[in-house]
């Protein structure tokens, strides 16, 4: 028997229909697709940094629970004094490890969709159904299913993305308010792009019992760190941390975030750029001839080409040395868009120079 009978004997057949999350190479490329921030940190704070970083040892374990750095990201994050904080390999551990403690059969997770892919990816890796509510022509909560789906299917989890990744809208706030009070088990907002959008639920974290606020440093200019974090009720974060994995959070992670979170408004500057040349770019898409751009209150714009050009509009642009993100593919409301991180303005001004040309 060879290795390829064993793994189809083996491997749950939900697995191996999968196909592993896309991470295409962008070397030499302006690499305009994953909504990372694209400033590096001053020379003056990378000299500090690396000071810091002399009297780090890395012979002992880290500090399992993360405490120093637990702290300072509550603290940056306008955490509640009341709520509980869990930190993760980046959101997606988090996302993980809420899902592993409520799968059991019969059980299933929700989320409007199109939404953040991992949602869908980590319930089939946790043996859980995954329920996608399609999300209005527009790209807001089509309401009247969300509501069925809640009192019919009753999810054990309801995950918001809010802004929605890839569509970058904010979802209505009484909208969101209206789900928490419905759902029957957990709401978990996924605030992966608060820095660019202008609202919150974290102050909210006091008015419900069902409600967790996630979020990630990663858009804030530290993607390389993988530090996402979770905020809400103490009951709910303590059954969670049982099925963290020892010492998730590494010793360079740990002392590096501690001292980055330190010059949080280095990163603010950083976004409020970003978030000033998010509005030019919107213009400047909207100013060109077939192009449809979707109002975005993230560090990205999901827009709408042509019928039936999004594939060899992507190409051009590659051949360009540009890399965006192409979302033809996931078909549906998704039919014929692509999706631009915000760059540099050069970077920005390369982008639209290319799709000019290639239109």
Same mark, same amino acid.
């Given at each position: 028997?060879?290795?390829?009978?064993?793994?189809?004997?083996?491997?749950?057949?939900?697995?191996?229909?999968?196909?592993?999350?896309?991470?295409?190479?962008?070397?030499?490329?302006?690499?305009?697709?994953?909504?990372?921030?694209?400033?590096?940190?001053?020379?003056?704070?990378?000299?500090?940094?690396?000071?810091?970083?002399?009297?780090?040892?890395?012979?002992?374990?880290?500090?399992?629970?993360?405490?120093?750095?637990?702290?300072?990201?509550?603290?940056?994050?306008?955490?509640?004094?009341?709520?509980?904080?869990?930190?993760?390999?980046?959101?997606? +551990?988090? *996302?993980? !490890?809420?899902?592993?403690? @409520?799968?059991?059969?019969?059980?299933?997770?929700?989320?409007?969709?199109? $939404? %953040?892919?991992?949602?869908?990816?980590?319930?089939?890796?946790?043996?859980?159904?995954?329920?996608?509510?399609?999300?209005?022509?527009?790209?807001?909560?089509?309401?009247?299913?969300?509501?069925?789906?809640?009192?019919?299917?009753?999810?054990?989890?309801?995950?918001?993305?809010?802004?929605?990744?890839?569509?970058?809208?904010?979802?209505?706030?009484?909208?969101?308010? +209206?789900? *928490?009070? !419905?759902?029957?088990?957990? @709401?978990?907002?996924?605030?992966?792009?608060?820095?660019?959008?202008?609202? $919150? %639920?974290?102050?909210?974290?006091?008015?419900?019992?069902?409600?967790?606020?996630?979020?990630?440093?990663?858009?804030?200019?530290?993607?390389?760190?993988?530090?996402?974090?979770?905020?809400?009720?103490?009951?709910?974060?303590?059954?969670?941390?049982?099925?963290?994995?020892?010492?998730?959070?590494?010793?360079?992670?740990?002392?590096?975030?501690?001292?980055?979170?330190?010059?949080?408004?280095?990163?603010?500057?950083?976004?409020?750029?970003?978030?000033?040349?998010?509005?030019?770019?919107?213009?400047?898409?909207?100013?060109?001839?077939?192009?449809?751009?979707?109002?975005?209150?993230?560090?990205?714009?999901?827009?709408?080409?042509?019928?039936?050009?999004?594939?060899?509009?992507?190409?051009?642009?590659?051949?360009?040395?540009?890399?965006?993100?192409?979302?033809?593919?996931?078909?549906?409301?998704?039919?014929?868009?692509?999706?631009?991180?915000?760059?540099?303005?050069?970077?920005?001004?390369?982008?639209?120079?290319?799709?000019?040309?290639?239109?």
């Amino acid at each position: 028997m060879g290795a390829g009978e064993r793994v189809r004997e083996w491997i749950r057949p939900e697995i191996q229909e999968l196909q592993a999350y896309p991470v295409p190479d962008s070397s030499g490329l302006i690499k305009l697709d994953a909504m990372e921030n694209p400033y590096t940190w001053p020379d003056a704070l990378t000299a500090d940094w690396q000071r810091r970083l002399e009297g780090v040892t890395v012979n002992r374990y880290p500090d399992a629970a993360a405490r120093k750095l637990r702290q300072r990201v509550a603290a940056a994050m306008g955490v509640p004094d009341d709520a509980a904080v869990i930190l993760g390999n980046g959101s997606d +551990e988090l *996302i993980q !490890l809420v899902t592993l403690a @409520v799968a059991e059969p019969g059980r299933a997770i929700m989320a409007p969709v199109p $939404s %953040f892919a991992m949602f869908r990816m980590i319930a089939t890796f946790a043996g859980i159904d995954f329920i996608g509510v399609p999300l209005a022509e527009d790209f807001s909560l089509d309401m009247e299913a969300m509501r069925a789906a809640l009192l019919e299917q009753r999810p054990a989890v309801v995950f918001l993305a809010y802004p929605n990744n890839p569509t970058g809208n904010l979802f209505d706030e009484a909208e969101i308010r +209206e789900i *928490i009070e !419905l759902a029957p088990g957990l @709401v978990v907002v996924d605030e992966a792009y608060h820095a660019f959008a202008g609202a $919150s %639920f974290m102050d909210k974290l006091g008015e419900y019992d069902n409600l967790l606020v996630m979020r990630t440093v990663s858009k804030l200019g530290l993607a390389g760190l993988r530090l996402g974090m979770l905020a809400g009720p103490e009951p709910w974060l303590r059954e969670f941390d049982k099925l963290r994995l020892p010492y998730n959070i590494n010793t360079l992670t740990q002392v590096t975030g501690e001292f980055a979170l330190e010059h949080i408004e280095v990163f603010e500057a950083q976004t409020a750029r970003l978030t000033e040349e998010r509005g030019r770019l919107f213009e400047a898409l909207a100013a060109l001839d077939g192009i449809e751009p979707f109002p975005s209150r993230a560090n990205f714009i999901l827009f709408r080409v042509p019928a039936g050009r999004a594939d060899a509009l992507f190409d051009a642009l590659l051949d360009a040395g540009i890399l965006i993100k192409n979302l033809h593919g996931s078909g549906g409301l998704l039919s014929d868009c692509l999706r631009v991180t915000v760059g540099r303005p050069e970077e920005n001004e390369a982008f639209l120079e290319a799709l000019q040309r290639a239109l």
